[in-house]
């Protein structure tokens, strides 16, 4: 029982990428989804969240406008689209899966117990 996320890379300033985040041991239907980061000496930061339908998702300030969630239930994944790259991208991402609310998951402390949270993929945005 995991998640797994990858597609992490090396990329130049305005660049793209997609990161996948697929279960195994379980489904994903019935939980949030949410894509966190952290940079090395810097808090963890909720970046995106997907709600169960998959018809909503929430964004950090910090992304809005260039990065896009997405589920896929019939894969028992979910993506994050990353475009207009910028150095302050660069983190480790990683995809967490809550019965809790959107809301409730992107505001979380460093002491929350996830339902699952998945290993890191690190994505680098060199200027």
């Known amino acids: 029982v995991q998640l797994q996320a990858s597609g992490g890379g090396s990329v130049q300033a305005g660049g793209s990428l997609r990161l996948s985040c697929a279960a195994s041991?379980?489904?994903?239907?019935?939980?949030?989804i949410a894509w966190f980061r952290q940079a090395p000496g810097k808090e963890r930061e909720g970046v995106s969240c997907i709600i169960m339908s998959g018809s909503s998702a929430y964004y950090s300030d910090s992304v809005k406008g260039r990065f896009t969630m997405s589920r896929d239930d019939a894969s028992n994944a979910v993506y994050l689209q990353m475009d207009s790259l910028k150095p302050e991208d660069t983190a480790v991402y990683y995809c967490?899966?809550?019965?809790?609310?959107?809301?409730?998951?992107?505001?979380?402390?460093?002491?929350?117990?996830?339902?699952?949270w998945g290993q890191g993929t690190q994505v680098t945005v060199s200027s």
């Open positions: 967490a899966a809550d019965s809790s609310p959107c809301a409730v998951i992107l505001h979380s402390t460093r002491d929350y117990n996830f339902d699952y």
């Open positions: 041991g379980f489904t994903l239907d019935y939980y949030y």
